[in-house]
Nanobody, 122 residues
């Protein structure tokens, strides 16, 4: 059974930092890409940052230079270091794992975490 769990959300003042962690557990051969999305009430979920298995990263323009995504493939984990946080970064952040190759099967699955709330006060 594949399970994705997130941690690291919380409340911080503007200008502060937080680090989000995401771990995928189960019988995993590989994960194509891992990403962080965020969502606020009434709005669509939006991509914040993604990191592929090949080491490439992609960021939304609003977080470039402030957020850094990293992966630890040995641990099937991804992290989002968030610096210089702004009130507009307040959202529920979701981890997403793309094309998880499951050991012993020819299939891949995609998985979302349940989300972790980040609140930035001014």
């Amino acid at each position: 059974q594949i399970r994705l769990s997130e941690s690291g959300g919380g409340s911080v003042q503007a200008g502060g930092s937080l680090t989000l962690s995401c771990t995928v557990s189960g019988s995993i051969a590989s994960i194509n890409a891992m990403a962080w999305y965020r969502q606020t009430p009434g709005r669509q979920r939006e991509l914040v940052a993604e990191a592929t298995n090949y080491g490439t990263t992609n960021y939304d323009d609003s977080v470039k230079g402030r957020f850094t995504i990293s992966r630890d493939n040995a641990k099937n984990a991804a992290y989002l270091q968030m610096n210089s946080l702004k009130p507009e970064d307040t959202a529920t952040y979701y981890c997403y794992a793309d094309k998880i190759a499951v050991l012993g099967t020819p299939h891949t699955i995609d998985s979302w975490g349940r989300g972790t709330l980040v609140t930035v006060s001014s």
